[in-house]
């Protein structure tokens, strides 16, 4: 088969694969899966919007270290070096063998597209942006978990809760250390080309040892002026997601901006140092419940240490501010130290414990937004947004096993 050149390699491949005979093209589908359960502990949990009535919990909870799911993975040969690929990701529910997205049956991800080994690939469907992709790469939910370990609600989008519909990305292949991704998912609101709309790009440098990623996200609402999240906003998961007590005030904006940088230094093969910030911006509209941009700030560190070839420790710290606005001069803040152990049964089965502690200050919006100055309280990682605590602390502690097929 002709070799394809030139910036047209990936329209070239999509002719390729209309001629390809099964003869000359190789292809394979892959099933692949995660199961996660274990045992939560969390000191105080209430309802999102509550500041009282808080009482301890235990529970079962599943997609801690690692997100239920089933899917399927393809990929064509299509000769020349390109390929046709596409992943079918389906999210369930571990302790009741129920759906993760209700009236999604491949709500995690599901789309299809082209790449060439030298000019990079072209996806099109629901798919992760590149912000949350190549920041990952240095991620403090790698070792300490998004359930426990994520910033708080996961605010910046440095876990898996952001998704984006009818999304067109396309991804550089890796040269001289340097990886870049960029991507535009569309509204489709008639007479409005970015209602609703999302776009994203970043970038990934590693030399040697060392890295370093940088990331920026958009994330238009697709009501008019704020207020509802739209149905026609594309980055939603059956609706807003990542909404948290930290961010409940907030959650009629307009549009979300999200700007971080991640980086990483293996100091050994079993000892690694991970860095990173964000700056997140909530951004109000005519019809949102608050006036004034709320913007949050967070730095973190995760320090990853191998003791043997079964054997992960990690720890971690992260602050989180937000600035003075719609009334707040008291602005809330929050800290968080979290640890992770993980013993490896096998290659694909692990037992892990996690502990984790936030401390919240200062004040924040309620639900009614604006109208509503409260109390900021605490909220540990993304997997108790729902279940913040009513006070000021939390504290939360888990023991689980994870196996991947």
Same mark, same amino acid.
């Given at each position: 088969?002709? *070799?394809?050149?030139?910036?047209?390699?990936?329209?070239?491949?999509?002719?390729?694969?209309?001629?390809?005979? $099964?003869?000359?093209?190789? &292809?394979?589908?892959?099933?692949?899966?995660?199961?996660?359960?274990?045992?939560? /502990?969390?000191? &105080?949990?209430?309802?999102?919007?509550?500041?009282?009535?808080?009482?301890?919990?235990?529970?079962?909870?599943?997609?801690?270290?690692?997100?239920?799911?089933?899917?399927?993975?393809?990929?064509?040969?299509?000769?020349?070096?390109?390929?046709?690929?596409?992943?079918?990701?389906?999210?369930?529910? =571990?302790?009741?063998?129920?759906?993760?997205?209700?009236?999604?049956?491949? =709500?995690?991800?599901?789309?299809?597209?082209?790449?060439?080994? @030298?000019?990079?690939?072209?996806?099109?469907?629901?798919? /992760?942006?590149?912000?949350?992709?190549?920041?990952?790469?240095?991620?403090?939910?790698?070792?300490?978990?998004?359930?426990?370990?994520?910033?708080?609600?996961?605010?910046?989008?440095?876990?898996?809760?952001? *998704? !984006?519909?009818?999304?067109?990305?396309?991804?550089?292949?890796?040269?001289?250390?340097? @990886?870049?991704?960029?991507?535009?998912?569309?509204?489709?609101?008639?007479?409005?080309?970015?209602?609703?709309?999302?776009?994203?790009?970043?970038?990934?440098?590693?030399? =040697? $040892?060392?890295?370093?990623?940088?990331?920026?996200?958009?994330?238009?609402?697709?009501?008019?002026?704020?207020?509802?999240?739209?149905?026609?906003?594309?980055?939603?998961?059956?609706?807003?997601? !990542?909404?948290?007590?930290?961010?409940?005030?907030?959650?009629?904006?307009?549009?979300?901006?999200?700007?971080?940088?991640?980086?990483?230094?293996?100091?050994?093969?079993?000892?690694?140092?991970?860095?990173?910030?964000?700056?997140?911006?909530?951004?109000?509209?005519?019809?949102?419940?608050?006036?004034?941009?709320?913007?949050?700030?967070?730095?973190?560190?995760?320090?990853?240490?191998?003791?043997?070839?079964?054997?992960?420790?990690?720890?971690?710290?992260?602050?989180?501010?937000?600035?003075?606005?719609?009334?707040?001069?008291?602005?809330?803040?929050?800290?968080?130290?979290?640890?992770?152990?993980? /013993? !490896?049964?096998?290659? *694909?089965?692990?037992?892990?414990?996690?502990?984790? /502690?936030?401390?919240?200050?200062? @004040?924040?919006?309620?639900?009614?937004?604006?109208?509503?100055?409260?109390?900021?309280?605490?909220?540990?990682?993304?997997?108790?947004?729902?279940?913040?605590?009513?006070?000021? &602390?939390?504290?939360?502690?888990?023991?689980?096993?994870?196996?991947?097929?």
């Amino acid at each position: 088969m002709k *070799r394809f050149a030139g910036t047209g390699a990936l329209i070239a491949a999509a002719g390729a694969a209309i001629c390809a005979t $099964p003869a000359c093209a190789q &292809s394979s589908v892959t099933l692949y899966g995660i199961i996660d359960t274990g045992v939560v /502990y969390q000191s &105080s949990s209430t309802s999102l919007g509550s500041t009282s009535g808080g009482h301890s919990a235990v529970k079962l909870a599943t997609g801690i270290w690692a997100g239920d799911r089933i899917g399927f993975k393809g990929n064509e040969d299509l000769g020349g070096g390109n390929h046709a690929l596409f992943v079918l990701e389906s999210g369930y529910n =571990g302790t009741t063998g129920g759906a993760q997205f209700s009236g999604a049956m491949f =709500g995690r991800q599901a789309f299809i597209g082209l790449a060439n080994d @030298k000019y990079g690939s072209l996806t099109l469907g629901r798919q /992760y942006t590149p912000y949350y992709l190549l920041l990952s790469t240095y991620s403090p939910t790698t070792w300490l978990t998004g359930f426990f370990g994520a910033h708080p609600g996961d605010l910046d989008s440095l876990d898996t809760v952001f *998704r !984006a519909n009818n999304t067109v990305m396309y991804t550089s292949p890796t040269l001289y250390g340097l @990886k870049v991704s960029a991507s535009y998912s569309l509204g489709g609101v008639p007479g409005s080309f970015n209602s609703g709309a999302t776009w994203s790009a970043a970038a990934l440098y590693q030399a =040697g $040892p060392a890295g370093i990623a940088v990331g920026f996200m958009r994330v238009n609402n697709s009501t008019p002026g704020g207020g509802p999240w739209g149905a026609n906003s594309t980055l939603t998961s059956g609706g807003q997601v !990542a909404i948290s007590s930290a961010t409940n005030g907030y959650a009629t904006n307009a549009a979300q901006q999200r700007v971080a940088v991640t980086a990483g230094y293996n100091f050994t093969q079993n000892l690694d140092l991970s860095l990173s910030y964000s700056n997140v911006q909530y951004i109000p509209g005519i019809h949102s419940l608050f006036t004034d941009q709320a913007t949050f700030n967070t730095e973190g560190a995760v320090l990853h240490l191998r003791v043997a070839p079964a054997w992960d420790f990690a720890a971690g710290y992260s602050y989180t501010r937000a600035t003075k606005s719609n009334g707040i001069s008291d602005n809330a803040s929050y800290s968080q130290f979290n640890l992770s152990e993980y /013993y !490896a049964l096998s290659k *694909r089965t692990g037992i892990y414990a996690l502990q984790a /502690y936030q401390r919240a200050n200062g @004040k924040t919006l309620g639900t009614a937004g604006g109208s509503s100055i409260i109390a900021a309280t605490a909220s540990l990682g993304d997997g108790f947004n729902s279940t913040p605590a009513s006070g000021r &602390s939390m504290f939360a502690a888990g023991l689980a096993i994870i196996h991947r097929f």
